[in-house]
């Protein structure tokens, strides 16, 4: 049986690689927030640009002080899935099929680093998002998995 490389080895490991898939989950998060409509979406595109604002590339430095945990996390749903399947090819359908999961487990990283958050902006945002945090990320789950399976391809290019 051929071992497949972890979910680290191929999305975390190489930098330019962790830099893409840190920029296009920016780039998600900015795109999901300019769609938001309503109170909530105002309220939400006000502190996102105040954030940004307040503390440049802000968004970025957020996904790259979660990445490592998040991927960690999905690990065991990659290796059951490769071996199952042999191939990353559907791993965004897993990710989605798990999406309450997943979330939970994120939620709970997200929120012990939100703990040790010293800038009164960021903790502030944080505390009015994180009541409907859940939803937001189940919501964005397809998203997710069509990105981290691009970038997984990407990474099994990158080493062959």
């Given at each position: 049986m051929t071992e497949h490389k972890t979910l680290y080895d191929l999305l975390i490991a190489p930098s330019l690689q962790r830099r893409h898939i840190i920029n296009d989950g920016a780039?998600?998060?900015?795109s999901r927030v300019s769609q938001m409509t309503g109170l909530k979406?105002?309220?939400?595109?006000?502190?996102?640009?105040?954030l940004e604002k307040a503390v440049p590339g802000a968004v970025?430095?957020?996904l790259d002080r979660l990445l490592d945990e998040g991927i960690e996390q999905l690990e065991p749903l990659y290796k059951a899935h490769v071996t199952r399947?042999?191939?990353?090819?559907?791993?965004?359908?897993?990710l989605e099929e798990n999406k309450d999961q997943i979330t939970d487990g994120w939620l709970k990283i997200i929120?012990?680093?939100?703990?040790?958050?010293?800038?009164?902006?960021?903790r502030?945002?944080?505390?009015?998002?994180?009541p409907k945090g859940h939803g937001y990320i189940v919501d964005a789950m397809p998203d997710i998995g069509v990105l981290l399976e691009r970038a997984l391809e990407n990474g099994l290019k990158a080493q062959s």
């Open positions: 780039a998600l998060v900015r979406g105002m309220a939400l595109k006000g502190g996102l640009k105040t970025d430095n957020i399947v042999g191939e990353v090819a559907g791993f965004g359908r897993i929120d012990r680093k939100a703990e040790r958050v010293t800038q009164k902006q960021l502030g945002l944080y505390k009015s998002i994180r």
